[in-house]
């Protein structure tokens, strides 16, 4: 079984790579390549257009990262102290509709907001598309967030309070420290769900916004198939993303929060 799964995750994957650097494949061994290249990032790193797509994806992401965590760091302080104090009632309740976007498929949601942001003259914007791609993002970091403020111990806060502790300074100093794996874990949920968001910048900030996905779709949709080049670009989306896991993987190990009644 593990093999199986582990072939379902890599096999996908594997693929990628071999289109994004096989420059000629043999004509009976379809399976693989004959030739190795950089040929076609080459010549995806010289269109202006994909340029631009990157910047505007890595802009985009680091945007919307930055944004939800600061919206959803102090709600989940609120949420996991609520937890604590009263069974968790209220929170499981106000935190299940946090994540009534998550049962819409992407395009219903886009679909909303489409006559909303004409009204509000946020089409085909930057902060139009952050806006969309957090309405997404939240409530995956929340949940990421809200489980490691849990695991903090409520005395912990109560020291502190006594000792003459303002509500920010027990967030900055008490917490954060603790928390922080949480905090990472949520912030690389929101850098990946918008980095990789298609959807949403199709219908809401195409044609003025284009990002990587954008990109992707015009290589692999219209009037041709070109998925050598598809698959170079969609590199730029999958190691970044690999490369931030990694490094929050070898970060986080062997660091936890403290549990509960410590």
Not at 169 to 174: K, M, P
Not at 212 to 237: D, R, S
């Amino acid at each position: 079984m593990i093999g199986l799964v582990s072939l379902l995750i890599l096999a996908p994957v594997a693929v990628v790579f071999l289109y994004a650097f096989a420059t000629k494949w043999f004509p009976s061994h379809w399976w693989f390549p004959q030739e190795f290249g950089t040929r076609w990032f080459e010549r995806l790193l010289g269109l202006g257009n994909i340029v631009n797509a990157m910047l505007n994806s890595y802009l985009i992401a680091a945007i919307v990262t930055v944004a939800t965590l600061v919206v959803t760091f102090p709600a989940a302080y609120v949420f996991g102290a609520r937890t604590r104090r009263d069974g968790g009632r209220l929170v499981r309740l106000i935190e299940g509709f946090s994540s009534v976007p998550l049962a819409f498929p992407t395009i219903a949601v886009g679909i909303g907001l489409l006559p909303v942001y004409a009204k509000l003259g946020l089409l085909a914007s930057v902060p139009g598309v952050v806006l969309a791609h957090m309405v997404m993002a939240v409530p995956y970091a929340l949940r990421a967030m809200v489980g490691a403020f849990v695991m903090v111990p409520p005395e912990y806060e109560e020291a502190a309070r006594n000792l003459g502790a303002g509500r920010f300074y027990v967030l900055r100093r008490v917490y954060l420290p603790l928390v922080w794996p949480g905090v990472m874990a949520g912030g690389i949920f929101a850098f990946s769900w918008s980095l990789n968001e298609f959807v949403l910048v199709l219908l809401l900030g195409y044609p003025n916004i284009e990002t990587i996905p954008v990109q992707i779709y015009q290589f692999v949709g219209g009037y041709y198939l070109h998925p050598q080049q598809a698959a170079a670009l969609g590199l730029f989306l999958l190691v970044p993303t690999l490369a931030l896991m990694f490094l929050v993987e070898r970060t986080v190990r062997g660091s936890s929060v403290v549990p509960a009644g410590a």
